[in-house]
């Protein structure tokens, strides 16, 4: 058993500047990772971070322009804290040795970005994510924090009290990928989750194949509500044949989007006619495949981006990388002709419930960046604010958990402030089948000492690994390809309440057959089938809970669209949606939005670009 006094899982972003920001504050700090830092799906991202640094900008249109993106459904002390402090990570990030691109006159470079009324989105070139993640993996390094890499995370160990919020966290039960090994690692102070998304509940998506949302699954079986899972982005620009991303930046430097007759559709056909392809993205997206449901589509499946005006010198300076990449994966030279792009799954707004501090329910567990919902994104997160996220949240999420006093939090967790049951019924049961599992059902235990409770989980996780090395069943591929394939066909861009329902079917039929699932690699050394197999289960947890959001939610806000129900309607839905596992039994509930200001109230407006 190892022991530290906070332990965050994930390497990514949010996990080294959280694992930073907790050493800072005087916490010995163990990162516990399923893939090296420097392989963490932040290195994918290519556009920017928002931070306003500029005279003629400030933090507070900053919190404009990302309540106004969310459609009126971030948390005001959220969105606030993220603009307010973005500038000072952004700054501290320079001084780490990250090479932001610059102007000549040696200035951050800013650019625009979808849905900011100033150009305030740094970067560096096409692969700002790529030197974030280094430049943080320096620091850690340097600071001599211990990283247990290629530890894939089972369970939290959770006590096991009726109420979510009489429970405790003291650590978590990792797998280790090499040796075959399981072992609990106990957090004296807090465990901080930092697992990043859950784009492989789809089949075309930006995300990494290890994106399969673990954090999320884990909380959610602990006790953690799901806060907002239906809130899913769709990028605009992914290449058809791969989902590989390509940047907001081309949009951002002025690149133009065209439909099979040569238009410029954003403008021609009137989706956006002040920002054209500067609308945010869930605007962008339905434009997108509007223009290809209605026959102006290109081969039925996409539309072009075009660079080519740029010109060379502008483009190898700024967007070099996305040269590489849709000359690689589609064929296309961006310099002389336009690259194919279609709408994929890009991003998740909802995530586990946090406060503005990274706190849940549970008392010592802690979630950060995109596997968390504080709210800052709201129904739709825009461009260039996923990063400022994972450094803002992280650090605060870091501090928080190594025992520094921030103050009283104004979001509340768990249904401890203001709350509704929902007045929905599922015409297929949903949740955990053959009944209800024992409370924490994936971390809980009998025992009340934090050794008691880590050994309990220890021991449930090793009967689980021999359990499915040793039975015969199903290969978890076919139930994850079923659940990718109806997620992505019926919980899309656009949602029809037929197909959704179509969906909850399909995924009890998955949940029903991973009852028979098995491992055929009998191996315990770098048994990739094993992690999968252990992966899939949270796949069918969180698509459970996503389609069940859209279902339930009958309006459309910011990236939720629903045929039936083509309008905000903000008399009723200026709300959040929550699920909670109830130890098998999902329960869907909700609570306000708060969007009550440090000093202004934002009243919900008409949004348009």
Known sequence: MHEHDVVVVGAGGAGLRAAIAAQEAGADVAMVSKLHPVRSHTGAAEGGINAALRDGDSWQDHAYDTMKGSDYLGDAPAVEALCRESPEEVIQLEHWGMPFSREEDGRVSQRPFGGLSFPRTTYAGA???????????????????????????????????????????????????????????????GVILATGGMGQVFDHTTNAVANTGDGVAMAYRAGVPMEDMEFIQFHPTTLPSTGVLISEGVRGEGGILYNRKGERFMFEHGYANNDGELASRDVVSRAELTEVNE????????????????????????????????????????????????????????????????????????????????????ANRLGGNAL????????????????????????????????????YEFDVEVGETGGRGPAAADGGAVAADAEG?????????????????????????????????????????????????????????????????????????????????????????????????????????????????????????????????????????????????????????????
Not at 129 to 151: A, F, P
Not at 315 to 341: C, K, Q, S, W, Y
Not at 394 to 423: F, L, N, Q, S, V
Request: hydrophobic letters at 35%; a negative charge.
């Open 453 to 609: 409770v880590l050994g309990t989980a220890v021991e449930r996780a090793k009967d689980r690994v021999d359990a499915l090395l040793s039975r015969r069943g199903r290969n978890h591929a076919e139930i994850r390809s079923e659940v990718q394939r109806t997620m992505t066909a019926n919980v899309n861009v656009f949602r029809e309440e037929g197909r959704l329902e179509e969906t909850l079917v399909d995924l009890r039929e998955a949940r029903e057959a991973y009852k028979d699932v098995a491992v055929s690699d009998p191996s315990r050394t770098f048994n990739t089938d094993l992690i999968h197999t252990m992966e899939t289960r949270n796949i069918l947890d969180i698509a459970e809970a996503l389609t069940m959001g859209a279902l339930a939610r009958e309006e459309f806000r910011g990236a939720h669209w629903r045929k039936e129900h083509q309008e905000r309607k903000d008399a009723n839905w200026l709300k959040h949606t929550l699920v909670s596992w109830n130890d098998g039994e999902p329960e869907l509930w909700y609570k306000p939005a708060i969007l009550e200001g440090e000093d202004k109230t934002y009243e919900p407006k008409s949004r348009s670009y």
């Open 295 to 378: 026959g102006r589509g290109i081969e039925d499946e996409y539309v072009h981006l075009d660079m080519r005006h740029l010109g060379e010198e502008r483009i190898l300076d700024r967007l070099e990388n996305i040269l590489h990449l849709a000359e690689d994966f589609e064929g296309a030279d961006g310099l002389t002709e336009p690259m194919p792009v279609k709408p994929g799954q890009h991003y998740a707004m909802g995530g586990i419930e946090t406060n503005e501090f990274g706190e849940t329910v549970i008392g010592g567990l802690y979630a950060a960046g995109e596997c968390a919902c504080a709210s800052v994104h709201g």
């Open 388 to 423: 400022p996220e994972l450094i803002v949240f992280g650090k605060r999420a870091g501090r928080h958990a190594a025992g520094e006093d921030m103050g009283e939090a104004e979001i509340p967790t768990g249904k401890e402030g203001e709350w509704e049951p929902a007045d």
């Open 127 to 189: 692969e700002t994510g790529h030197q974030m993640l280094h430049t943080m993996y320096e620091q850690v390094v340097k600071r001599g924090i211990t990283v247990y890499d290629e530890w894939h995370v089972m369970d939290l160990a959770v006590t096991d009290e009726e109420d979510p919020a009489d429970r405790t966290c003291h650590g978590v039960v990792a797998y280790d990928i090499q040796s075959g090994e399981v072992s609990g690692f106990r957090a004296k102070n």
